[in-house]
């Protein structure tokens, strides 16, 4: 049986974060400590920052690897990290919420849609970023899974 692409596991409520590059490498090892992708991945999700921010407004950043990453994708999985203080993320950019990403194929484009069509309304990011368990945190994103 697959793995559940969202798990209790991969939620941290609550984190604060000096720079967007430890957010980025903090969302990432959860990825890989719950075995969705391989430690090399989380080079490649700070690769595709430097390239382009995947900040995406409303406090939101979706960090993922470069195209070439998609090989050292073993699982695809999400993680969820809230950040109540906020991080920059440059530009004026503060985020409170990371959801990195990592998908087999192509599966990561249906996923991107489900997160977009909910973070597209503050409200839903606001009680993600407060939510007080992680359960919050999956009943809202539930449609990912």
């Known amino acids: 049986m697959a793995k559940e692409i969202l798990g209790k596991e991969n939620i941290q409520l609550g984190v604060e974060f000096s720079s967007k590059e430890e957010a980025i490498r903090y969302t990432g090892e959860i990825l890989f400590r719950n075995g969705y992708v391989e430690e090399t991945y989380i080079e490649k ?11 995406m407004g409303n406090a939101l950043a979706i960090p993922h690897g470069t195209e070439d990453a998609r090989e050292m994708v073993i699982e695809t999985g999400l993680s969820v990290v809230t950040v109540p203080e906020g991080v920059d993320f440059g530009d004026g950019n503060e985020v409170k919420i990371l959801i990195g990403i990592a998908g087999k194929g ?26 007080g368990s992680k359960e919050e945190v999956l009943e809202l994103l539930q449609e990912v899974n």
């Open 106 to 131: 192509d599966e990561h484009l249906e996923i991107l849609s489900q997160i977009a069509i909910i973070c597209s309304e503050i409200e839903n990011v606001d009680k993600l970023v407060n939510a």
């Open 45 to 55: 999700m700070l690769e595709r920052e430097a390239l382009t921010s995947t900040f």
